[in-house]
């Protein structure tokens, strides 16, 4: 795996890198958990955007918030690996490098995510903690969780 990782703002993605990107977004969130919902939801404008590629194709991605962008604090959101990919725990890699963009970009250590419920031990590993009783977001159970 020859892995380069990109922070873009919205204004600077190529017309390529966001068609990758919301291609991946389409592949995991609405074919594979059988989700219709609307993944285009004008935020992407508000985000940095990490990029995890292996020979130019996109294989891990996230959304990062400055604080008040989508929570009151900084947030990470549409965290997502291609499903070929997941057995080499690019998903622990995705999530160190988001965590120090967010440090490093925004200089925020307090992260809220809404945390699909069954990532909710993925998160814990990366110094997440439980914040809220589980609720519904597009038919699927999500707790909030948040890091000090």
């Given at each position: 795996m020859n892995l380069e990782w990109k922070i873009r703002r919205f204004e600077a993605?190529?017309?390529t890198e966001l068609y990758n990107l919301l291609q991946l977004r389409s592949e995991v969130f609405v074919v594979e958990q059988n989700c219709v919902y609307q993944d285009i939801d004008y935020k992407d404008q508000k985000a940095l955007h990490l990029i995890g590629e292996d020979n130019g194709?996109?294989?891990?991605?996230?959304?990062?918030?400055?604080?008040?962008?989508?929570?009151?604090?900084?947030?990470?959101?549409?965290?997502?690996?291609?499903p070929t990919y997941r057995d080499k725990k690019l998903?622990?890699?995705?999530?160190?490098?988001?965590?120090?963009?967010?440090k490093?970009?925004?200089g925020e250590t307090?992260?809220?995510i809404s945390a699909q419920?069954?990532?909710?031990?993925?998160?814990?590993?990366h110094g997440?903690?439980?914040?809220?009783?589980m609720y519904l977001e597009d038919d699927i159970p999500h707790i909030e969780m948040k890091k000090s």
């Open positions: 993605l190529t017309p194709q996109t294989v891990a991605y996230a959304r990062l918030f400055k604080p008040k962008d989508y929570f009151e604090q900084a947030s990470i959101g549409r965290v997502v690996v291609r998903g622990h890699i995705l999530m160190r490098e988001a965590i120090y963009f967010m490093h970009q925004f307090k992260i809220t419920l069954y990532l909710k031990k993925f998160y814990e590993s997440f903690i439980q914040t809220s009783e």
